[in-house]
């Protein structure tokens, strides 16, 4: 009878060191189109008739994948916030959300002016956050569109107030060199809200998350980029040519830092064999134009926040 009692145990310190915490996911979903058209966008590939054949099965299955992976990452608790990226409208999170209603999940989403029609968007649990503020914030690129930084102000387990920002940064698409001014860009627009936050208050609690397009650094005035050291979470979140880059990001302000641990989740069922590169990779939804039925080309990353910080 003794496991008995250890197993009992185990799950009662593990239900209250969940509950003593606060977690917060950022995953790049990879194409989360619905199955319609929008005559605004360009979504003609991801359409019934178009090159991917993306159909209501299809569209269907990649609820499901995603919800299972936000499922297993929440465990006993719920993720309290879940920022998305390549989302293409606020039916495709409505319907995420049907999948996720245990959970009590709400969404805030504002269409950007991206050429492909995919925004990001942030989930939260609402039984334990209370969105006080929102709004997109606008990259400027001159002759160039790309997705709003998605900025929201929240009340987090009715005692302190989170700020946070998912951000999709400009591809490298075209190469890295000559795509750092739109990535640059971008990050002037975090910063600058950063330092409009802590000139009101100086130790106030920011999260920036998304998928940064670039290596790992610290280049944000205030914060700390949780995902530059790789041997402590994980390989990274994104491989090409057999090369793995930590792409996905969390940066926290100064007064956070120490009280915040993250990870790559990456369990055996995201990966697949890499057959031409060896090891392993994420299991994605397409390779190239064929249908594989995976989850996303990108892995999620968790931050876990003490609640002795909030």
């Known amino acids: 009878m003794r496991w008995i009692f250890l197993i009992l145990a185990f799950i009662i310190q593990s239900a209250v060191l969940a509950q003593d915490s ?12 619905d199955y319609e058209h929008d005559t605004l966008k360009n979504d003609s590939s991801f359409l019934p ?3 991917h054949h993306w159909i209501y099965h299809r569209y269907q299955t ?3 994948r995603i919800a299972q992976v936000i499922v ?3 465990g006993w608790e719920s993720a309290a916030l879940v920022g998305l ?3 293409e409208n606020a039916r495709c999170l409505r319907d995420l959300c049907y999948r996720l209603k245990r959970f009590h999940y709400k969404y805030v989403h504002y269409e950007s002016s991206d050429e492909r029609g995919i925004d990001v ?5 609402s039984t334990k956050v209370k969105v006080l503020d929102s709004k997109p914030l606008c990259v400027p690129l001159e002759d160039d569109a790309t997705r709003d930084i998605l900025y929201a102000e929240a009340l987090v387990e009715g005692k302190d107030t989170l700020h946070t920002m998912v951000c999709h940064l400009p591809s490298i698409l075209g190469g890295a060199g000559a795509t750092d001014w739109k990535r640059m860009a971008a990050k002037q627009v975090i910063q600058q809200h950063v330092d409009s936050i802590l000139h009101v208050h100086p130790n106030a609690k920011i999260v920036v998350m998304g998928d940064m397009n670039s290596d790992a650094k610290d280049d944000l005035s205030g ?8 041997k402590r979470v994980g390989k990274g979140t994104h491989k090409h040519q057999g090369m793995w880059s930590c792409l996905d990001q969390f940066y926290v302000s100064n007064i956070l830092r120490n009280s915040t641990r993250v990870w790559v989740f990456a369990p055996e069922w995201l990966l697949e064999e890499d057959r031409k590169y060896l090891d392993f990779q994420p299991k994605r939804t397409y390779v190239g134009y064929r249908y594989h039925g995976g989850y996303s080309d990108h892995l999620p990353i968790v931050l876990r926040i003490g609640n002795n910080a909030l």
């Open 22 to 33: 606060l977690t917060i996911v950022s995953y790049n979903v990879e194409n989360l189109f």
């Open 121 to 125: 968007a942030l989930l939260y649990d």
């Open 49 to 51: 008739e178009g090159m």
């Open 85 to 87: 990226c390549e989302v």
């Open 62 to 64: 990649k609820l499901d």
């Open 223 to 230: 914060m700390s980029n949780m995902m530059k050291d790789l």
């Open 72 to 74: 297993n990452i929440s």
